[in-house]
């Protein structure tokens, strides 16, 4: 790799001057600045800014892992945070586990590897140790889309046991009493949470729940949930799942099998994509604020940063229930 001596050398400038051109071009007479510039251009010479935040002892750069970059859900949560992050001149390296442990470990080792500011952190699970790994590798990290203690670190979340209980209570109140809910994997608290909501919601009141555990947490996975749901007998009348990649995949079935949606199977979806509200029927959503979720998260972690005795805080923001069409009821 061509380093800043060559430069330097082939410029007949110091290597003091060849910074100033990189780092404070302002403070250098126009002619030398000119021809640094232009030996810089001609050599393809790349600032090696990994080197200068290690000398300067703080990096520019954010992490953010998280559980699925193909759930919009994450989208929003990484847009979220690079506004907070690109407000403060910092850039944001998004990664993505695939709700894999395998690679949740190899990610924040790399993080840990490359000194970054911080690592906004939507884990697999909250312990294990690829985390305490991390841990002791003294990165500052918040919880994103999850609880933690906050004696441990800051976190962001929405209230997930609250959110299966809207869609639950919303489920009885349009008059069903055959209800399914869609899970995703256990290993995830939040999808814990959203059954817990539920189960609390339905509990006395003397409807039938069927719990289906999928896959995973996309549309695929919501299409073989749904062709379970088509073979059961009696089959619910009703159907609440854990995200809304995996409610488009239901929809897709019954509508493939010719249900009537609300009519003969209403849905309910959980995070309020985008594509919720566009589905062929409009699909009744749990609303998370995601961009709201990772801005939050990333101002947070760049206060402790800034200041290493902020306290640790938890922000759990409450969900709300957008009615559509999947649900709603015709006179």
């Known amino acids: ?63 953010l892992l998280v559980l699925d970059l193909g759930n919009p859900f994450f989208v929003d949560v990484a847009r979220g945070a690079e506004q907070a992050a690109h407000a403060e001149g910092l850039n944001v390296i998004t990664a993505n586990s695939s709700q894999r442990s395998d690679l949740e470990a190899s990610y924040l080792a790399m993080f840990a590897e490359q000194r970054v500011r911080g690592v906004l952190l939507s884990p697999v699970a909250t312990s294990g140790e690829a985390l305490r790994a ?42 069903h009493r055959r209800i399914a809910f869609v899970n995703g994997p256990a290993i995830l608290a939040q999808c814990r949470d959203r059954e817990q909501g539920v189960r609390a919601a339905l509990e006395g009141s003397g409807a039938e729940l069927t719990v289906l555990e999928a896959i995973g947490l996309d549309v695929s996975s919501g299409r073989d949930a749904g062709a379970r749901l088509l073979g059961t007998s009696p089959r619910p009348t009703a159907v609440f799942c854990a995200n809304d990649l995996l409610a488009l995949g239901v929809l897709q079935a019954m509508v493939g099998a010719g249900v009537r949606i609300p009519e003969e199977m209403a849905i309910v979806g959980y995070d309020d994509i985008e594509f919720a509200g566009a589905a062929a029927v409009p699909l009744t959503s749990v609303r998370q604020p995601a961009k709201r979720l990772g801005r939050t998260a990333a101002e947070l972690l760049l206060a402790e940063t800034a200041d290493t005795t902020v306290e640790h805080q938890a922000v759990v923001f409450t969900p709300e229930l957008v009615v559509r069409e999947s649900t709603r009821v015709r006179r």
């Open 1 to 63: 790799m061509v380093g800043i001596k060559d430069v330097a050398k082939r410029a007949g400038v110091s290597i003091g001057t060849v910074s100033n051109v990189v780092n404070r071009p302002h403070v250098v007479a126009v002619a030398t600045r000119n021809r640094v510039l232009s030996v810089i251009e001609e050599l393809g010479y790349v600032r090696d800014e990994s080197a200068r935040q290690l000398r300067a002892g703080r990096s520019r750069i954010m992490g």
């Open 134 to 175: 991390f841990r002791r590798s003294g990165t500052p990290y918040v919880f994103v889309d999850r609880k933690a203690p906050a004696s441990e670190a800051s976190s962001v979340a929405v209230d997930d046991i609250a959110g299966g209980g809207l869609a639950a209570r919303h489920l009885l109140e349009t008059g």
